[in-house]
């Protein structure tokens, strides 16, 4: 019976693997075909073509694509200080208000980003940050969901760690900066992931605050192909989303071995 049922679970992972695969798989044949083949679902590989990399590339994407990375690293970074800060602080420091603040901030994931879009663009356009990277990075960097997490995850970090950093003469922002946030890969990895990828695919956002075609960030690039003329060269903007995808695709297969080792270890006291 166990044989039978692993059986069936390995049959079950290997089709939702291939179901996974096939937009990939489209994908990147469509992006070689040429637009009369474009929708068609064999492959003639004698019309296959660069052609559509080649628009791709006059149509700046590699900005776009620079700016995504620029936008989406500095936002990781920083959004990973500050909440593991944060976080360490709500699970292990006593201070006034403390559970107050914590559900403050928790309440703030019940607010969906439509409500406060428009306040927030007001503010950022009043502070001059409008068309800028600082626009784009700043708002962005801000979110309850890292907060809490790396709360729940300091909450049952071992306190004789910190307690011998303690003791070997380390301050608290010692201990945490030299001791606990090295040892905080478990919810470092998965986040960083999260919040790459979230900034990368991020489109309303940009578009609202930036009008700037030099800071184009690559969703809007690629919205700006599709709806760039009367007819959409959908070869091309195959091609554009491929090249897009890239950067994705690197860091997952760069952190894939960290993720594992990540969940693996999560439980270890």
């Known amino acids: 019976m166990a044989a039978k049922r692993k059986l069936l679970i390995t049959i079950f992972a290997v089709l939702c693997g291939v179901i996974m695969v096939i937009p990939i798989y489209f994908l990147v044949i469509s992006a070689f075909k040429t637009p009369d083949d474009v929708f068609k ?140 946030l090295p040892l905080s890969k478990p919810i470092i990895i998965p986040l960083t992931i999260g919040f790459f990828t979230a900034n990368w695919n991020n489109y309303l956002w940009p578009l609202i605050i930036n009008r700037n075609e030099d800071l184009w960030v690559v969703q809007v690039a690629l919205a700006n192909i599709v709806g760039g003329g009367y007819e959409t060269p959908w070869s091309v903007v195959l091609a554009a989303a491929l090249i897009c995808a890239i950067p994705t695709f690197i860091l997952f297969f760069v952190m894939q071995k960290q993720l594992v080792e990540g969940i693996r270890t999560t439980g270890i006291k």
């Open 41 to 180: 679902i064999g492959i003639n590989f004698s019309n296959l073509t660069l052609d559509n990399f080649e628009a791709a590339f006059e149509k700046n994407i590699l900005r776009s694509i620079w700016n995504s990375l620029i936008v989406s690293t500095v936002v990781t970074v920083v959004a990973l200080l500050f909440h593991s800060m944060s976080g360490y602080a709500l699970a292990r420091l006593n201070f006034p208000g403390k559970s107050f603040v914590f559900g403050w901030i928790i309440s703030t994931l019940m607010v969906p980003f439509t409500v406060i879009m428009i306040p927030l663009y007001m503010v950022t356009k009043g502070l001059g940050m409008d068309n800028s990277y600082a626009g784009l990075i700043i708002p962005m960097i801000f979110n309850a969901y890292g907060i809490f997490l790396f709360r729940q995850f300091y909450r049952d970090f071992p306190r004789e760690l910190e307690e011998a950093a303690y003791m070997e003469g380390l301050s608290i922002a010692g201990a945490f900066f030299r001791l606990v």
